[in-house]
């Protein structure tokens, strides 16, 4: 044990969340450094063996990145080419056909929906914005409308479903099923999701900001530079605006519509590691363990194939597209960029699987589990509280997930939770609320050239609501036995 004595270990834990949450959202430090600092001054404490310190903590830390590194680099390289390739405005296309133009809200919600399992969410609304803006001036309706929906939907799949980073740290800590919480995740952020749509829907009426001119323009001149460049920068910036409001692809000026990758070859990096993890969780439940059939589905739904396979897709599109033309850009540009976004998450995720690590060595757990319990409060709220408070805070949806999955993990026999049910309650938390703390907030407000108060009402609200929703979806299959 760290530490037998349990108010030393709940005051020292109560007081690392504070001093954790106090430098990032008072102090502006970074999550890396303000996590490792009071997990350090812990061991200070009295009545801490440092010795088993030491241990908890490296054990934490290594099992943790051991089983979540790879998978959140491959993961960033699919959004990577994504993000360059044009397959986010191909997969928006797709949603305007499905639902039809004068459905664009509709249509923007789904493809957030999407996008969102591959692409950070600011990214992805970066790329997205001038195609809002289009639509908004050529329905005559208010930003309100035509991008809530879209905001709401790409950070509720970003912040639930692996393979983006958080959902697979927080899984990694709880020790998760990654095909079952794509699953159910899918399931459970899709009406939140929808919520949202509704959402935009009330407010788009109520609320009015104009759409903007200069997006229009900048769509067309990007889309004209983007067909004259062959390069893995033009291809990226081009492709970021080429995508156009009528839904059709047809006369729509743009000349880097050959670049666009088919509908097949844009959704393909996405849904192949998403089907074959799923298949994987499918086939532990209704196959026969060490048959030929259940040890392939094993392999190929292990998340390193799986993903490995997504980003080989992802990168024969870009040279089919020819995005990329040589691959000095590929290993400069994307590779690099990947493995640079991809090393904070691996690094914040490995200090809260110490500190998960740390927590269970101590009679904390069991004592705040049985008050928790005692005190009437279900179980499966517990991590939800927890992903909000730390969002609410410092305004990442990453530290509300890693840190409710952190103190959540140690708990869950105590608790009675699935892994599964407590990292999917804790990001729909995490989700809840996006405000001025947010960067962002701050980026789809500027982009959608809201004021203060139409963006806190319309952004800050779709994730309330989204957020909201989706628990209920996740308390729903808890309370069934599903999960």
């Given amino acids: 044990m760290v530490t037998d004595n349990p108010v030393v270990a709940i005051l020292g834990f109560a007081s690392i969340i504070v001093v954790l949450l106090l430098l990032i959202a008072r102090y502006k430090w970074h999550v890396f450094i303000a996590l490792l600092l009071p997990i350090l001054l812990f061991a200070f404490v009295p009545t801490i063996d440092t010795a088993v310190f030491i241990e908890a903590f490296e054990s934490g830390f290594g099992s943790t990145i051991q089983s979540i590194a790879v998978i959140i680099v ?3 390289m699919i959004g990577e080419a994504l993000r360059h390739s044009g397959a986010v ?14 459905r664009m809200p509709l249509a923007l919600t789904l493809a957030g929906f999407v996008v969102g399992l591959a692409v950070f969410s600011d990214v992805g609304y ?3 914005n001038p195609l809002v803006h289009v639509s908004a001036i050529e329905a005559r309706a208010s930003m309100a409308l035509m991008a809530t929906g879209l905001v709401g939907s790409m950070q509720l799949t970003h912040a639930v479903v692996p393979p983006t980073p958080g959902p697979i740290a927080a899984a990694a800590i709880v020790d998760a099923d990654l095909g079952l919480l794509i699953i159910y995740g899918s399931l459970v952020t899709l009406v939140g999701s929808i ?11 109520r609320i009015w900001s104009a759409p903007s001119e200069e997006f229009v323009t900048a769509k067309a001149g990007a889309g004209r530079s983007g067909g004259n460049s062959g390069s893995g920068g033009g291809g990226a910036d081009g492709g970021d605006d080429s995508s156009s409001g009528d839904g059709d692809g047809d006369g729509d000026g743009v000349s880097s519509e050959h670049r666009m990758p088919s509908l097949g070859w844009a959704y393909a990096p996405i849904m192949i590691p998403l089907v074959l993890i799923g298949a994987s969780s499918v086939g532990n439940f209704v196959l026969e363990e060490g048959t030929a059939l259940h040890s392939g589905l094993s392999f190929v739904g292990w998340p390193v194939f799986a993903l490995g396979i997504g980003v080989l897709v992802a990168y024969v599109m870009a040279w089919r597209t020819r995005t990329v033309t040589e691959t000095k850009t590929l290993k400069d540009t994307w590779v690099e960029r990947s493995l640079r976004d991809s090393a904070m998450i691996i690094m914040v995720t490995g200090l809260g699987g110490a500190l998960s690590q740390l927590l269970r060595a101590t009679p904390a757990v069991d004592v705040i589990a049985e008050r928790t319990l005692a005190i009437g409060i279900p179980a499966i709220f517990l991590p939800f509280v927890l992903g909000v408070l730390a969002n609410m805070i410092t305004g990442s949806t990453t530290v509300g997930v890693i840190t409710a999955a952190s103190l959540t993990a140690p708990m869950l026999t105590t608790l009675g939770l699935s892994p599964e049910a407590a990292m999917l309650s804790g990001a729909c938390g995490s989700v809840i609320i996006k405000y001025v703390n947010s960067s962002y907030f701050w980026v789809c407000m500027s982009l959608s050239r809201m004021n203060l108060r139409n963006a806190l009402i319309s952004f800050g609200g779709v994730t309330f609501v989204g957020g909201i929703f989706s628990m209920a979806g996740v308390v729903a299959l808890w309370a069934l036995g599903v999960i």
């Fill in 74 to 76: 491959l993961g960033t």
């Fill in 89 to 102: 405005e191909r997969i928006t296309r797709s949603m305007m056909r499905i639902v039809g133009k004068s």
């Fill in 126 to 128: 970066v790329i997205l």
């Fill in 195 to 205: 919520a949202g749509y509704f959402y935009a829907r009330i407010i788009g009426t």
